[in-house]
């Protein structure tokens, strides 16, 4: 087997912006191409996780017993960075319990169950077909409002990301439909079904951003998604379609705008700062239904692929629908399988049972035989050929990271920018010694987290100390001062002579002095929450 | 129903530490092709040698060491070691020789340290030059190319050679000082190049007689080894690039005192070294900045030994020097992170 797993020179040569590093593993993407979308069947339950998202997971606001409708909002987000959940079909509630669902930690989570009643009947839906005259935050309440999550995988809502923020100027919408991770086509097969809509949710992202120039970008192996993107931007003559070299992880929001507009996305920050936003071509169809149809976030194309379904394809499902029942509409048996990856063979993660549901960020199912996945390596000592640093599209040494987490030597693994790793796998893919370098890097980071949430905890304890006696000594000042005051005043009163002023100049400035004091103990303590919130979010 | 959950990435390229030292091998094969050409089987008879005596001491270590045996033989690792010290030796050096520096290599230089991946001296070059100081008299006496004698050498006369024990009296006939010996000590006979060159049949037109095609089959290995990118190319252009400037700018300064460029590049272990042996990824240094760092020391050091130092040749010191500073460059030679200001 020829393996060509980086690109060759010329390559390079020809794409001035092309990030570092990358690799080129098998595609798998014919399997699933082959033929256009069928619509899922309404399954018998529906299982709704209630964090489908980045952020705060999302409130219920229905009881067991409740009869929904097909679009009925039955969770509300919770606080700013979060996003409601909808009803996918009509049905009545079951059951608010914690159910198995998709996450690397093979963990149960709060989910609301819905009992279909195959009727699929729609609620009202508040379609609003002149957003034209909307400004950019009513339009940003639509989409909030509809739940939607950016459906790369990622999965933060969406609206957030049409914010750019006061005094904030975008100048480059990205849609991006790289798709870059071997199996996933569920972009590819959007693209060339609903372009229409996809252009249209644009339009309504770039108004909502008041973004200067916009391109869609489209990796080489999609020709045919690139052309019914080409003909439909036509109408909009601003609309750049770009096709990208095909090479992993381009689709990576920051090695994607790296290679577009040759800008880095500054370590800890965020692609505003240089003034890009990158959205997902599903995403814009998402907002296109909200917008124009009223509907909400309640179904998704998922790729259904991998050797242990005899026919792949892209299926429409609805949020909620149990992999195992899609894996058998694809002609699979899910009780043969080795393995089943939700997203790419490169990032995904593998499912602890076939029971756990769809969610907003399901783009791919892979059901795995042998055949499809490594087991098992035999792992040999890291021989130092760096080859891994080769392929590190952040330039990291995942080498030196490897040492150093290995050996729990936190703080340099840190040193050598541990937090920087997109966790895109590439070197553990190249390695010879078939370490799992990434595996090593998740832990490390694992364990760091732990510890300084620790530390915050300990911190905000001690900050509550800290402020508890100052208050404590501040009110005693008071106290005193208030009591020298009235002395002052009596003993003024008293005397009521001309050399009284100084002494009450002295006591203003005290006052004052005093008073400042006051404040910047308040404000100390405060400060540092900021930071300690910031460790926090980390965690995500 | 229950699956197995193991972490991304689930796939693998399918490279391995057998497949890097198998096709190091296969690139090894022009070199050494043309070296047995030029002279005679005890190139391959010193091979057999070292392989034997590293994978017997490999193994032997393992088992003392309680670890997996069949897969650290297998990993290959401890067979380019033996074909690379074995390929520096001289092909009619008596049989121990390369018994003693595969020992060497294997159990002092690489388990001591702590087996494959943690050895920070290439096993080879410290081999060799263990040899090379402990038996300064079998390490140096070579063998006359065949073409330079009247005896052919069949594979049965290398093998009395090199398992006879009175081997001093049969070499004597054959051997010869290598052409890089030559030009050091009749320089130091205030001979000009010019004159210790012309008319030796020791010289050919290019360099050493025999030696620029050995160098040049190592130089199409090593390309190809760049071309499967089982190398980069930093390390290698690096070696033979300030080779060639040193050398050059020596020899544009006085032709009479310093040797060609093409004489210092198609000489000795040059190519060897530069290809096969400075780019040994566990004992150098890993980020490409660090790499050419890496590779214009050891041009220098090849050179500066070369012209003034005491030894004829410099590969196996230039790679050993470099390799006790490879940790240090790799540390401060860091590439620029993604998103982080230099
Ligand atoms: S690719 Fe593997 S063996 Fe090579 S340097 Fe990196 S970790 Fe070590
Ligand atoms: S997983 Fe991290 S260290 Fe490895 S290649 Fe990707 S970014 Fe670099």
Redesign the interface.
Known sequence: ?K?K??QTLIQRLLSPHQ??GG?H??QHKAESTNVGSVKAKIPARLILPLHQHIGEPAEPIVAIGDKVLKGQRIAKADGYVSAAIHAPSSGTISEISNCPIPH?S?MNAPCIVIETDGEDKWGELNPTQDWKKLDASALRNIIRDAGIVGLGGAGFPSFIKLNPGANKSIDTLILNGVECE?YITCDDIIMRERSGEIMLGITIMRHALNAKECIITVEENKPDAFNAMTIMAKETSDVKVVKVPTIYPHGSE?QLI?ALTGK??????LATQIGVVCHNVATAAAVYRAVYQGEPLISRYVTITGSGVAEPRNIRALIGTPM?ELIKQCDGN??S?????M?G???????????VPVIKTTNCIIA?TEE????E??V????????C??VC?????P??LYWHSKSRDYDKAQE??LF?CI?C?CC???????I?L??YY?HAKGEIWADEREKAHADIARDRHEFRQARIEREEAEKAERHRKKKAALAAAKKKTTEATSDDNKTLIDDAVAKAKAKQLQQGPAADNITNDKIETGDR | ?????????????????S??MLLVMAATIPGIAVYVSYFGWGVVINILLALVTALACEAGILILRKRPVL??LY?G?AVVTAVLLALALPPIAPWWIAVLGAAFAIIIAKQLYG????NPFNPAMAGYVMLLVSFPIEMTRWQAPLANTEASLSFIDSWHIIFSGIQANITDAISMATPLDTLKTELRLDQSVEQIITGNPLFSNLAGLGWEWINIAFLIGGLFLIYK?II?WHIPVAVLATVAILSGVFYLIDADTFSSPMIHLLSGATMLGAFFIATD??S?T???PA?IIYGVGIGVFIYVIRTWGGYPDAVAFSVLLMNMVAPTI?YYV???????KQ
Do not use: W
Request: net charge positive; charged share 15%.
């Open positions: 087997m393996m797993h980086q990030f570092p690799v593993p098998p690397p093979g071997p920051k790296q880095e996305v500054p370590a800890n920050g195992a899910p009780a399988l080795s393995r089943v990856i997203g063979p490169m990032m995904g993660y593998a499912m602890q049972t076939g029971q795995c499809d996945v490594v087991s390596p035999t040999m000592p890291c021989i130092r050929c760096g080859a640093a080769e599209p952040i330039s990291l040494l080498q030196q050598f920018n920087d966790e796998g553990s893919y190249v390695c010879p010694s078939q799992p990434v595996q998740r | 129903m229950e699956f197995k959950t193991p972490t991304s990435p689930h796939i693998h390229s399918g490279a391995t530490v497949r890097v897969p650290f990993d690792s087996g494959l991946g943690y990118r980069s990824p566990v150098a890993t980020s490409n790499r790799d860091k590439p620029r992170v993604f998103g982080h």
